[in-house]
């Protein structure tokens, strides 16, 4: 990845990261970048909501898989992909992945997305696509979707406080609702489209 100028990749241990919250994982290395790259950031970063209306959706190189594969069902999932400005090359960032970090588009399509010809209907994912900027601007949970009926937490959450806006404390469900055409949210894409979108077809 090109930062600055520089070719250098962003280390994945200096990240924030705290599993099982991929949205504010994504947030925050969308923040740094914002940083590191505020020139190119406009253009060159974008957030992708991977999900569906069943909410269940199959990824491949998964660090939280038990399976030699790698493969989880999430019910929905956050990458960071980047156009460099340089050569105009793609690369995704996953923080929960298994392949390179970053890792090129066309690798992690192949090992971790793939293809949807033997994939049950009900497991077709959808992308909704939104550009880094926006998402920082509009991106607010609260993190009530991570407690269970007794109000216990599914998984432990981050140390820092919940991500809000000026207007909203809670709004993830905009992003991964890909039934919804509010365009403030970004454009939700099937696996075609999203492949269209960044040159892998």
């Known amino acids: 990845m090109f930062l600055n100028g520089e070719s250098r990749t962003i280390d994945q241990k200096s990240c924030t990261y705290t599993p099982c919250y991929c949205e504010e994982n994504i947030w925050h290395l969308c923040q740094r970048m914002s940083r590191e790259i505020p020139h ?3 253009s060159s970063c974008h957030v992708v909501f991977i999900s569906n209306p069943e909410r269940v959706i199959p990824l491949w190189a998964q660090r939280a898989s038990k399976r030699e594969d790698g493969l989880v069902l ?26 390179p970090f ?4 066309k690798e992690f399509y192949t090992q ?4 949807e010809e033997f994939i049950e209907s009900k497991y077709r994912r959808f992308f909704r696509v939104i550009q880094g900027p926006s ?15 007794q109000g216990q ?17 809670n709004n993830l469900d905009c992003f991964i609702n890909m039934t ?16 269209k979108e960044f040159g892998l077809q």
Request: proline letters at 7%; aromatic letters at 10%; hydrophobic letters at 40%.
């Open 40 to 42: 190119q950031f406009q």
């Open 112 to 115: 971790a997305i793939r293809s």
């Open 135 to 149: 998402f920082l601007a509009l991106f607010a949970s609260d993190r009530s979707h991570m407690l269970d009926d």
């Open 180 to 195: 919804s055409t509010q365009e403030q949210f970004g454009r939700v894409l099937d696996l075609r489209g999203f492949c």
């Open 102 to 105: 970053p890792c090129s588009l």
């Open 153 to 169: 937490w599914r998984s432990p959450p981050p140390q820092y406080p919940p991500i809000k806006t000026d207007s909203s404390c």
């Open 74 to 99: 999430w019910d929905y999932h956050v990458i960071l992909i980047h156009v460099q400005a340089q050569d105009g090359s793609v690369v995704v960032l996953d923080l929960d992945t298994t392949l």
